[in-house]
Structure formats: C-alpha cells, structure tokens
T-cell receptor, first 114, second 119 residues
C-alpha cells in the first residue's frame, strides 16, 4: 500500500469556484503533514503545513484528521494562478534514525479556467 | 527564504556517459540533503539521503554504484549518474534540510530540478 494516496484528478473548475482535495496516509506514525504545490516542470514548493486544529492561509484551508489518517485542502475563490499540481506530503522518522523523511503523494492536478 | 540551487537545469547526453548534478544551499548550511527522482505524472521518489561527511543512505531498489552521491561540504552535494541509459531519463530534484533556525526542523527546501534526457 502506498504511503500517501491522492486522487490524481484532474480537477477543472471555473474562476471563483471552491475546490477540495483529499489525501490519506497509511502509517499512523507519521508526524507532520504538508501540502506542496508543483507547477509544470518545476520543483515542489511548500504551500502550507497541516495541523490537527486546522489552519488557514488566506483562501487556503487545511485539515488533518489523525484518527482517520486523512488530510484535506480547501481552496476558496479559485484564481487562474492556482492552476498547478497539489502534492500531499507526510513526514515521519525512519526506524533507527533521528532523521525524518518526506513521503509524497502523486499529486492532484488542478486547472482553473476563466 | 532559504535557497537551493541545482546545476545543470537541463542535460541531454548519450547513452553510456556519466552526468554529474550539483545541489547547493546558497544561504544556509545543510547537514542533510535528499535526492529525488520524478517520472512524468508520478510522485517524487526519494533515491537517497546524504549527510555531510558520511556515506549516503540509499532507498531500496536504488543502485548505489550507479547513482554516486558525494556530500563534501555543508553547502554542496553531488549526484553522478554513471553509464546513463534512456530509462534514467527523469527529473532529478534535490532538497536540503536546514541546520536550524530556518523554519520548522523538518522543513526541506527544494532545488529547481535537473531534467535529464539520455539518448
């Protein structure tokens, strides 16, 4: 089973729409959670961390449910510039090591059209 | 914010040649650097974890003799793809973990990636 599962989409929405992405992770020992954004042929960039209490950054809201190992990202009032692939990422320590490593989902592709 | 550079950004080479990719942390020290590979429409897959001054730790299925990693300083790690073949064509991305005081302890900063095409 994959460490992180995401619906690959694509999601095609008009400007101004609200869109939600979901993600599940398989290992309950995962410690920290993130959403990254990746534009075509570019490196991933951190969008926001995700906390159990839920957190918001402008039009973006992220939620974490540790009990069900589920992460979500909500984008309100979509802009054309939001078009990208959104990667669900979890971090957990490796056995026998103090180093954490990141596990990436395949990403969910979003296209916002005018 | 923290900046990581990669060089070259793009490389095209003949089958059988070796290609070296550099990853540098420009404004912070990175004790740990990570090398990822991403095939089209796939997730980033960790290839190896590189710690300054020690041998890299490779993920299962990644050949250490084919993908040579050197992390000689706190700001530079290199990945050499030896005897490259067409199936090695991919997007190679490095990331660096800041020592401290650069965001949360588990923040990784990504380089812009190197697109390798092996003919």
């Amino acid at each position: 089973r994959k460490e992180v599962e995401q619906d690959p989409g694509p999601f095609n929405v008009p400007e101004g729409a609200t869109v939600a992405f979901n993600c599940t992770y398989s290992n309950s020992a995962s410690q920290s959670f993130f959403w990254y954004r990746q534009d075509c042929r570019k490196e991933p960039k951190l969008l926001m961390s995700v906390y159990s209490s839920g957190n918001e950054d402008g039009r973006f809201t992220a939620q974490l449910n540790r009990a069900s190992q589920y992460i979500s990202l909500l984008i309100r009032d979509s802009k054309l510039s939001d078009s990208a692939t959104y990667l669900c990422v979890v971090n957990r320590d490796q056995r026998g090591s103090t180093l954490g490593r990141l596990y990436f989902g395949r990403g969910t592709q979003l296209t916002v059209w005018p | 914010g923290a900046v990581v550079s990669q060089h070259p950004s793009r490389v095209i080479c003949k089958s059988g040649t070796s290609v070296k990719i550099e990853c540098r942390s420009l404004d912070f020290q990175a004790t740990t650097m990570f090398w990822y590979r991403q095939f089209p429409k796939q997730s980033l897959m960790l290839m190896a974890t590189s710690n300054e001054g020690s041998k890299a730790t490779y993920e299962q299925g990644v050949e250490k003799d084919k993908f040579l990693i050197n992390h000689a300083s706190l700001t530079l790690s290199t990945l050499t793809v030896t005897s490259a073949h067409p199936e090695d064509s991919s997007f190679y991305i490095c990331s660096a973990r800041a020592v401290k005081k650069q965001g949360p302890p588990d923040t990784q900063y990504f380089g812009p990636g190197t697109r390798l095409t092996v003919l």
